[in-house]
């Protein structure tokens, strides 16, 4: 959710009186967009921040964590993060448990972003699934 964040820019929002926004003052009424994909890139807020170490979320919570929004914050934060947060691991640990798993070339999985609004990877990935016996249970 950091490395790849479900949009890069978050949903404008129009400033509702005259302020100061990273040193630069902001007019009323002026449409502020904010660049969630930089801010979860920037080496002044994380440590390392092009790498993958979720031990950096471990025994915090959702608040102490200044720079990640995935979903915005405050007021104007999306009310539906829980929830997606936790459907994102519902749906994770599903896939895991109930599919085996194999790349179907032998290259690494090159996780470059392309170009769009969502971040889509440059060169997709490509896998083969084969459900395991645990699924015939759930669906019969």
């Known amino acids: 959710m950091r490395l790849h964040p479900p949009a890069t820019m978050l ?7 005259d302020c100061v926004v990273g040193g630069f003052d902001v007019p009323r ?13 920037d080496p002044d807020l994380w440590a390392n921040p092009t790498s993958f170490k979720p031990e950096r979320f471990e025994n915090t919570k959702q608040a102490d964590v200044r ?10 934060a999306c009310p539906g993060s829980g929830l997606g947060l936790r459907t994102m691991g519902l749906t994770l640990g599903s896939l895991i448990q109930c599919f085996d798993w194999k790349r179907i070339g032998k290259e ?5 972003e392309g170009r769009g609004t969502l971040v889509p990877m440059a060169i997709p990935l490509e896998v083969q699934c084969k459900a395991r016996p645990i699924i015939n249970k759930i669906f019969t």
């Not at 690494?108 to 470059?112: A, P, Q």
Request: charged letters at 15%.
């Open 11 to 17: 949903v404008p929002h129009l400033s509702s009186e």
């Open 29 to 41: 009424n002026t449409m502020l967009m904010v660049n969630a994909w930089a801010i979860h890139r």
């Open 67 to 76: 720079g990640f929004l995935p979903f915005g914050m405050g007021r104007r």
């Open 108 to 112: 690494e999985i090159n996780m470059v």
